[in-house]
T-cell receptor
Framework: DAKTTQPNSMESNEEEPVHLPCNHS???????IHWYRQLPSQGPEYVIH???SNVNNRMASLAIAEDRKSSTLILHRATLRDAAVYYC?????????????FGGGTRLMVKP | KAGVTQTPRYLIKTRGQQVTLSCSPI?????VSWYQQTPGQGLQFLFE???????NKGNFPGRFSGRQFSNSRSEMNVSTLELGDSALYLC????????????FGSGTRLTVV
């Protein structure tokens, strides 16, 4: 199965940009790259996703390497509310359907 | 619009019992998938339903089953509960085929004693 590798934890200062890296060297050409974040006792919250090109939305930016073997989630100005576990995920085709393959996630701590 | 609703939020069951969890996806979403989250194994895929058909299943024993109704609501059932089934069970819905964001529910916290 395709899998992702992320640092266990990262720390950031409030109001500063944060770059969360992810390696997915076994990605195949049709796998989508997703990022979700999760707070304690809640379900994962969608952040952003993409296939080949860089993506921007109101929450974050997703930078995808040219060979697609890695990607980076960019939070432009971290706030205390951004403290969460961030998951880099591949959406892969399995049989007739699709599934999300989760890695271990990165716990982001934001310091005031 | 309403999000993904999972019921119940918390459940305590005894070993050997069975349990049914419910998930109501976002209106118009036809794909529903289920995930198990535990501290040791993280988030693992259980199964996916699309238009009332199970399209694929993760590496879980046959005690774990599910179904989807014509209104896209889904249920999952675990029979002969074991202590190791204690987990947060999450349901996610998406509009149709791949390449769209998924919306997760808040989950059902199952404790087996």
């Amino acid at each position: 199965d395709a899998k992702t590798t992320q640092p266990n934890s990262m720390e950031s200062n409030e109001e500063e940009p944060v770059h969360l890296p992810c390696n997915h060297s076994t990605i195949s050409g049709t796998d989508y790259i997703h990022w979700y974040r999760q707070l304690p006792s809640q379900g994962p919250e969608y952040v952003i996703h993409g296939l080949t090109s860089n993506v921007n939305n109101r929450m974050a930016s997703l930078a995808i390497a040219e060979d697609r073997k890695s990607s980076t989630l960019i939070l432009h100005r971290a706030t205390l509310r951004d403290a969460a576990v961030y998951y880099c995920i591949l959406e892969i085709s399995v049989g007739a359907g699709n599934m999300l393959t989760f890695g271990g996630g990165t716990r982001l701590m934001v310091k005031p | 619009k309403a999000g993904v609703t999972q019921t119940p939020r918390y459940l305590i069951k005894t070993r050997g019992q069975q349990v049914t969890l419910s998930c109501s996806p976002i209106s118009g979403h036809r794909s529903v998938s289920w995930y198990q989250q535990t501290p040791g194994q993280g988030l693992q895929f259980l199964f996916e339903y699309f238009s009332e058909t199970q399209r694929n299943k993760g590496n879980f024993p046959g005690r774990f089953s599910g179904r989807q109704f014509s209104n896209s609501r889904s249920e999952m059932n675990v029979s002969t509960l074991e202590l190791g089934d204690s987990a947060l069970y999450l349901c996610a819905s998406s509009p149709w085929d791949r390449g769209h964001g998924y919306t997760f529910g808040s989950g059902t916290r199952l404790t087996v004693v």
